[in-house]
């Protein structure tokens, strides 16, 4: 019998002494008072930082117990569940969109994933048209059924309990399995043009497909252990396969629960691993990266072509292939760190980004490996999809490139600005930064509260690249300055350009604490709590000095307290 | 609903292939028992103000190209070569409301204060939050729903217009504080939705579905209710488990108001455009989520809808210039008068008379939903439209200053008699904020009461303000 809610015992503290030092969390620090603030939900699980209360051990945080599986990971689910040879994307495609929820990075807030009537309404729809499609398909059907037993019933009791250990994720109850055999029965009633068997097994998939077990992760997992309660084993298969893989436990996940090898923390550090070497965990990398670097605005990328004649209406998408095999490429290929991903020359170009990148050769419209120039390029932050996204038509805009910096790399929110914001000057001969300048800093105004002290100092390092974020300069026949002297975390870090500032980035601890707070939000789905503070801070240490690769980042996280465990406490 | 119905529906629309789905569908005395005169709300979101008299710094002074001329009985003169012109063949029905000012809370930003203030008349969870806010209470169509509908239905959210953008798309109703709704897009899905079930299947396959999927919902409620029974589950995971036990009902209605098969063939056809930045394309699917939505009210499955057309700034959607034929800029630019999202870009000319253009478009799709409206005749022998109230309205009173005040606000139909018709009134409060009263006099209108179950009158910030604004009421 499989480990359920069994005494597994908590990781002891004792233990996890080994693995950081308490330190208070520095992601918040001196600015500009009204300006800012971190990024995390005040009123969020466990309810915000407290001021002067410090946490020093790492330990989870509030969640919710019904976590709704997303599109993503229903489309996934399914066709893992069914073992179909393809991912029932237009199915899904049928269900709408779950709403935005303010505050929160990314699509997997758990707290805002609910079933109304129209997604409901989806849902069975979808599970009577997959139902049929296995159901009447002889190949398909046997790829999920039992050797045949000594009767028809016996068969579909093996199915049920085959089958919805699957799709509940963990083994059913004997009653489930009865009321599920209950559907069965009804199949000749319910199918009547088909073979009674086949007509059970059609209605008890459209329960399980239709079934909450299946809808949502359900952590049921009570029995505290000290100051948290152990998630029992396929608890925690479901958390490692939908946090690296946005899918299903596979059968080798199944089979670590069932043999309660995810009791330890090695355990659970080897499934993190081999998952890792998956093809899936590449999408959920590429997914989470898409979303921290806000790839679909690069789809609103439109220079004025009259002025940039080199590059056509598909930089963008061009912009967006780069990024995406520039960080399958760091994490992946080579096993770099945060500091890569800020700070690496090495990339892919087309022949439209090689003419933007001024590489001389042949390219083609297929994506090559390059090296660009170091003394213009390093990082994320000077390639083409950043910038671009982060300009006008014709000029770049230091202040959107600043606020994306500020919030996406630092995790320092700037508030919004006022309404009615007169328009920006005409150059009048001045370069952009000056325009900029004179605009947004005029001593004791309103703007440069914000933008003297956090905003323009982020954006103007990266002057030296134009509106598609080629390289330049000069600006308006004047050279282009992009010296500044930033606010890193409190830090005034004087840089030259974006080149010093991608060094100063990829060596401030806290640059890289954000980092790891969004792998923590995202793996989690939710919005960071004070009691992740540890686990974020020794993260950041460690990748800032070099010895954390963003894989191994991510192990940390789903192997830590945290993850394997509840809070005691339920959400307010 | 009475199954049977389902047949007397089928044969009527047997006789009308000829025209649009709705009328197929005229219920007619078959209504007679199950509907009675219920009135309803549906309300049409647009968003970036409207090309009203102002003076920009962009254009100088512009000319009123939106309101009537004068205030008092709305004539054909009064309206002519104005936006509202369009709607004169309903001035009958129209009550024309200008002076609605919302307050200006500190969303910290103007489409967000608007959008998320438009339904629920309240701030923001966070202020200052710009295009990370969400309001800070139910919105009224969802409070119509939750009191007024059969089996408490939450009202039908719909969207027409490119997905995500600007305040992340859908973003005008709320389920409570903090707690945003979804929207129906594809208007398949959303008419499946309104009926509850799938569409395209004949009336036997109906019967044999409805069957199985009572079977499959017993066993799906009984989970869901062991789930809640459970000691240990937080008051989020209650709410969202609530909602969806909630949702699991069985589908009488889906064998009772749906369309011909031809006419869910048609729909079907003409859906897949419904994730465009073409103007004429989402407002084109704009009117199917209307055509869905007088459809459900007239079958008395629900009272209220919400229809908005782009996202938080509609700074996606291109509508085109009928005088050119071309796209113009996208709207959100169109109404700043600038070709960018912020007041950094190049002036466009003319912008204020595409703006107008723009209004001229909505006016017509506003005008499709009265026209369907007017188009069912109902039990008690008068027109749907009369029942309840379409209102049309915007997020913002004009384009470049973001204005909260004068926000614009056209209601069609007269909820049994309740509001005024035929006019264009000033809403009282001078210049403070009275969109709240607004609301509360909509809701009022539809049905709903305040805790002494007199009309609705605190719904909304219960700092503002409370009450209705007489001067609508009849």
């Not at chain 1, 971190?38 to 020093?56: C, K, L």
Request: a neutral charge.
């Amino acid at each position: 019998m499989p480990r359920m809610r069994s005494q597994r015992l908590s990781r002891e503290p004792v233990e996890r002494g080994r693995w950081w030092r308490p330190v208070v969390l520095g992601l918040v620090l001196s600015g500009a008072a009204g300006c800012e603030g971190t990024i995390s939900n005040p009123e969020g699980p466990g309810g915000g930082p407290g001021p002067g209360t410090p946490t020093v051990i790492e330990k989870p945080a509030p969640s919710v117990r019904m976590a709704r599986l997303t599109h993503v990971q229903w489309t996934n689910s399914v066709q893992e569940l069914l073992r179909l040879d393809a991912p029932p994307t237009p199915l899904a495609g049928t269900f709408r969109a779950d709403p935005a929820q303010s505050g929160f990075l990314f699509d997997n807030d758990a707290r805002a994933l609910s079933v109304d009537e129209a997604l409901w309404g989806a849902y069975q729809r979808a599970a009577a048209e997959l139902a049929g499609q296995v159901t009447t398909d002889a190949t398909k059907l046997a790829r999920l059924l039992p050797p045949s037993a000594a009767t028809s019933e016996e068969r579909a009791r093996a199915f049920v309990e085959s089958f919805g250990r699957r799709a509940h994720r963990r083994p059913l109850t004997s009653e489930e399995v009865e009321s599920y055999l209950g559907l069965y029965r009804k199949g000749p009633q319910a199918y009547a043009d088909m073979a009674a068997f086949e007509g059970g097994i059609r209605l008890v998939l459209e329960a399980f497909l239709q079934s909450p077990h299946f809808l949502y992760r359900v952590e049921q997992s009570t029995q505290a252990v000290q100051d948290r309660v152990p998630l029992d084993d396929y608890e925690v298969a479901s958390r490692l396969s939908y946090g690296l893989w946005s899918a299903m436990p596979d059968d080798a996940l199944f089979a670590a629960a069932s043999e309660g090898t995810l009791h330890s923390r090695e355990g659970v550090a080897t499934q993190a691993r081999r998952m890792l070497q998956d093809a899936r965990s590449n999408k959920v990398v590429e997914a989470f990266h898409r979303t921290l670097f806000d790839v679909p605005r690069y789809a609103a990328i439109r220079p004025s072509l009259t002025r940039y004649p080199q590059v056509s209406e598909r930089l963008g998408e061009h912009a967006a292939r780069e990024t995406t095999l520039f960080v399958q490429d760091v994490v992946f290929s080579r096993k770099g760190g945060y500091s890569d991903l800020l700070t690496s020359p090495a990339t892919f170009v087309n022949d439209e980004l090689a003419r933007v990148y001024g590489l001389s050769g042949t390219f083609t419209a297929d994506f090559v490996p390059v090296t660009l120039d170091s003394r213009e390029r390093k990082g994320v932050l000077t390639q083409v999809g950043f910038l671009a996204a982060h300009a006008t038509s014709v000029d770049p805009d230091p202040i959107h490139r600043g606020v994306f910096v500020s919030e996406r790399i630092i995790c320092r929110k700037i508030g919004a600005p006022p309404a009615n914001i007169p328009p920006l000057p005409a150059p009048q001969g001045r370069t952009n930064r000056e325009v900029v300048a004179s605009h947004t800093e005029a001593p004791g105004s309103a703007c440069a509260s914000c933008h003297s002290n956090l905003i323009n100092p982020l954006g103007f390092p990266f002057e030296n690249f134009d509106a598609i974020g080629g390289y330049r300069t000069t600006d308006n026949g004047h050279p282009v300055d992009a010296s500044s002297t930033p606010n890193i975390n409190g830090e005034r870090v004087p840089v030259r350009d974006a080149l010093d500032l991608a060094d100063a980035l990829a060596a401030n601890e806290s640059v890289h604490a954000c980092y790891a707070q969004h792998w923590v939000e995202y793996l989690h789905g939710r919005p960071l709590s004070h009691e992740d503070g540890p686990l974020v801070e020794r993260l950041g240490k460690r990748s800032k000095a070099g010895n954390l690769s963003i894989v191994d980042l991510v192990v940390e996280v789903v192997t830590s307290e945290g993850f394997v465990n509840r809070h005691p406490e339920e959400l307010p | 609903m009475k199954l049977s119905r389902r047949m007397v529906l089928k044969g009527l629309g047997g006789t009308m292939l000829s025209l649009p789905f709705l009328e197929g569908l005229m219920p007619r005395t078959a209504r007679a028992a199950d509907s009675g005169a219920r009135p309803y709300a549906i309300f049409f979101r647009q968003a970036n103000g409207v090309a009203s008299a102002q003076t920009t710094s962009e254009l100088g002074a512009e000319p009123e190209r939106f309101w009537p001329r004068t205030l008092g009985a709305l004539t054909a003169e009064s309206i002519a070569g104005r936006a509202v012109g369009v709607l004169d063949d309903h001035r009958a029905h129209l009550l024309l409301v200008r002076n609605v000012n919302m307050k200006d809370y500190n969303y910290g930003d103007g489409h967000a204060r608007g959008a998320m203030q438009g339904l629920t008349a309240r701030g923001p969870v966070v202020e200052g939050a710009g295009g990370g806010s969400e309001s800070g209470g139910e919105s009224i169509d969802h409070r119509i729903g939750r009191e007024l509908n059969p089996q408490q239905r939450d009202s039908l959210v719909f969207y027409a217009g490119r997905r995500g953008g600007w305040l992340g798309g859908p973003c005008l109703s709320y389920r409570s504080s903090n707690v945003r709704r979804a929207a129906l897009h594809d208007p398949w899905n959303a008419y499946q939705t309104m009926i509850g079930g799938p569409g395209g299947l004949t009336p036997e396959a109906r019967e044999q579905l409805l069957v199985r999927q009572r079977s499959v919902n017993d066993l799906v409620k009984a989970q869901l209710q062991a789930l809640q029974q459970r000691p240990e589950l937080s008051a989020s995971d209650h709410e969202r488990l609530d909602l969806h036990l909630s949702n699991v009902r069985d589908l009488e209605v889906a064998l009772s108001c749906r369309m011909r098969a031809d006419q869910e063939l048609l729909l079907q056809q003409q859906a897949p455009g419904y994730d465009s930045t073409d103007g004429t394309e989402v407002l084109a699917t704009a009117r199917l989520h209307m055509d869905i939505a007088v459809m459900a009210i007239a079958c008395g499955t629900n009272r209220a809808a919400v229809i908005q057309v782009g996202n938080g700034n509609d700074g996606d959607t291109r509508y085109r210039d009928p005088g050119t034929g071309q796209l113009m800029e996208n709207f959100h630019y169109v109404s700043h008068r600038r070709s960018s999202h912020d007041a950094s870009g190049g002036i466009i000319t003319g912008s204020d008379l595409l703006h107008h253009h723009v209004d001229v478009q909505f006016a017509s799709a506003f005008k499709h939903l009265l026209d369907r409206l007017v188009a069912y005749q109902m039990p008690d022998g008068k027109r749907l439209i009369e029942h309840g109230v379409a209102v049309w309205y915007n997020d913002l009173g004009n384009g470049p200053a973001h204005s909260a005040r004068d926000v614009p606000f056209v209601l069609a139909g007269s909820c049994n008699g309740f509001l005024k018709q035929g006019v264009y009134v000033a809403a009282s409060g001078g210049g403070n904020p009275n969109h709240n009263r607004m609301l509360n006099t909509i809701g009022t209108a539809v049905g709903l009461k305040n805790a002494a179950g007199g009309n609705l009158d605190d719904f909304g910030d219960p700092a503002l303000t409370k009450g209705v604004l007489s001067e609508l009421i009849a």
